[in-house]
C-alpha cells in the first residue's frame, strides 16, 4: 500500500506531501520524505557508482526503512518525486510505470497559468488525480 507521496522542487522545498494513512503518520512521513533527499542528492552528485545513468529520470529504490521502502524520481527540471510504501514486493516495472504517470499529473497541475513555478501545489484536481492513480496502483491496473 502507497502511505505517502510527496514532490520536493529544485532546492529539496516541499511542494506537495499527500499521505494516505492516518493522521498522526503524517509527521513520521515528512520525515521520511526529508531523509531520502539526502540518497536523492547523493546518487545524482556521485553517478560512478552503480547507480542509474544520469538520464535515467527513475531512481529506484531510494532506501529501506523497517516498516516502508522508499522509492524515487527525478525530473529533468530536479523536481523530486517520492513516493513511501509499506509493501514488500513491489516490481520495478510498477514503480516506473506509477511514476510516469505522476509525472504526467504533475506537468498539467504546473501548466495552469494561475500556478507560480516553485510553489506549493495546491490544485485540488491534481489531488484528486494523485488519489486516483494512487488506487489504481493498489489494485494492480497500472495501465
Known sequence: MIVSVAVVGQQNNPLYLQSFTEA??????HHIVHCSLDVIDERVNNPKKNWPTLN???LGLLYPSENYKVY?????????FILVTNEIDVKDADMRNFFRRFHAAYVDAVSN???VPGKKITSRSFAVRLSAIVKSFESGSNA
Open 24 to 29: 498522526g503518520d503524517e509527521l513520521k512521513l
Open 56 to 58: 535515467e529520470t527513475f
Open 72 to 80: 524515487g524520481y527525478l525530473t529533468n527540471t530536479k523536481v523530486k
Open 113 to 115: 497559468p494561475f500556478h
